[in-house]
């Protein structure tokens, strides 16, 4: 039984489909004769065109308005502990009482959100800290770096809190000719100092943040010195004479300051796992998954109630065009939950603009074995054959509820097969941890 996986595996493998195609029907086993009797024919798994009515069934059933329901005890207590995670992982200790969270609900009896905000993963740390915290954790994070490695925490600094690239650039170059100068031409001291008021190194280095520390770093210390020719002094950073024994350092410190990439925090896909609930198509949303301040949120709802005049007022090709591509920037974050036909339900966030193969991901990391074919199928049983698609471009924002659909001839393989499958396809520990959909 097991060489029977595995021809299906290879099979899968040698036919595996390009973006956007489907897979080639896998080459089927050869079955024994039967001596005397017929064995029973195998129940074959359903078709595409029915799982996707059963998809476009399931999503005009969930499109219809619903009530919202209270928020469980347990919901609550959930959206608390997490706050509290990210907080005490963050060390971030007496806030303000006025600082609380904008999407907590407003008044007694509201829906509690589907997540309780937008959460990073600090590259340094380790720590998981909410959207609006993540600049001021990095910025300590790189701080409390410089007591290990002071050279590479100031050239982090240069790159991550330098906005403009260009002028990262710019200056970075420039930084890499004074260090050459110093490592081809040792005994030439003009090149080991560099007067702090010249033109181009106000203009390109000394505007950037980190810039200075790193020059400490480095082993260069400021120093008044007196103007050839004049009567004036004036400062300038010179190379500290232990310096001229450790050339090569210099050397390696000029290779990380080009090479060095910002330092980025990775978004939380927050990944959860819900057990079968009729509540799938409805989510809650926290501000910090729009590209809006409130005062747009609030006219956005308003704009919601005139969709209806809109759509029948004529309107041309421009105008449709203009109105998707605002429709696209308003939203930074998408929730989307994937609903297996057991009914599971498997939940991430991702950003708007990621495209729709980060999904295919997501969900083949879920499963107990990631070989396994599958389609996603929109509202109405689409199939979202393009994954080079970003998920803004495929109308999934800010939040998306798919189903996940079976290769058919594959799954009619494993059933005839007649091996026990376990109960769901998806991974033990993810199991352990399902929650109930409030």
């Not at 407003?106 to 800290?129: E, M, N, Q, R």
């Not at 980060?358 to 049983?381: K, Q, S």
């Amino acid at each position: 039984m097991r060489k029977f996986f595995q021809e299906i595996k290879a099979d899968l493998k040698f036919k595996t489909a390009g973006p956007g195609q489907k897979l080639s029907e896998p080459s089927r086993v050869p079955k024994e004769k039967p001596k005397a009797e017929a064995a029973p024919k195998p129940r074959q798994g359903p078709t595409d065109e029915a799982q996707m009515a059963a998809a476009a069934a399931l999503a005009r059933m969930e499109l219809k308005p619903k009530g919202k329901l209270p928020s469980s005890q347990e919901a609550i207590k959930n959206q608390v502990r997490r706050e509290l995670m990210a907080e005490a992982a963050a060390s971030e200790k007496g806030l303000p009482a006025e600082e609380q969270d904008l999407t907590s609900p407003d008044k007694a009896g509201a829906a509690a959100p589907s997540v309780s905000g937008v959460y990073f993963i600090c590259p340094l740390t380790g720590a998981v800290v909410r959207k609006d915290k993540k600049e001021k954790h990095l910025r300590e994070a790189i701080q409390a770096y410089f007591s290990v490695d002071p050279v590479a925490a100031s050239i982090m600094e240069i790159h991550t809190f330098n906005k403009d690239r260009e002028k990262v650039r710019a200056g970075v170059e420039t930084m890499a000719k004074y260090l050459d100068n110093i490592y081809l031409h040792p005994e030439e001291e003009k090149y080991r100092k560099i007067k702090l008021q010249n033109k181009v190194f106000q203009e390109r280095i000394s505007c950037l943040e980190g810039i200075h520390r790193f020059f400490q770093a480095i082993g260069f210390e400021t120093k008044t010195l007196p103007v050839p020719g004049q009567e004036t002094t004036e400062e300038y950073y010179v190379l500290k004479e232990e310096m001229l024994t450790k050339l090569e350092d210099l050397k390696d410190y000029k290779e990380q300051l080009l090479s060095s990439e910002p330092v980025r925090a990775q978004l939380d896909r927050q990944l959860c796992l819900f057990k079968p609930s009729p509540e799938a198509a409805r989510f809650e949303l926290p501000n910090d998954f729009y590209n809006l301040t409130a005062e747009e949120i609030k006219r956005e709802q308003r704009l919601r109630t005139e969709a209806v005049e809109k759509a029948s007022m004529l309107r041309t090709r421009a105008m449709r065009e203009k109105e998707e591509q605002r429709e696209m920037r308003k939203y930074s974050y998408t929730l989307v939950r994937v609903r297996f036909p057991d009914g599971y339900i498997l939940q991430g966030t991702f950003y708007a603009r990621e495209s729709v193969s980060t999904l295919y991901n997501f969900v083949r990391e879920a499963l107990r074995d990631d070989w396994l074919p599958f389609e996603l199928l929109g509202p109405g049983g689409l199939k979202l054959t393009d994954k080079n698609l970003a998920f803004n471009e495929c109308g999934l924002v800010p939040s998306a509820l798919l189903t996940l659909a079976w290769d058919a001839a594959v799954m009619a393989d494993i059933e005839a097969a007649g091996e026990e499958q376990p109960a769901s396809p998806l991974k033990p520990e993810l199991l352990s941890r399902v929650q109930t959909l409030s």
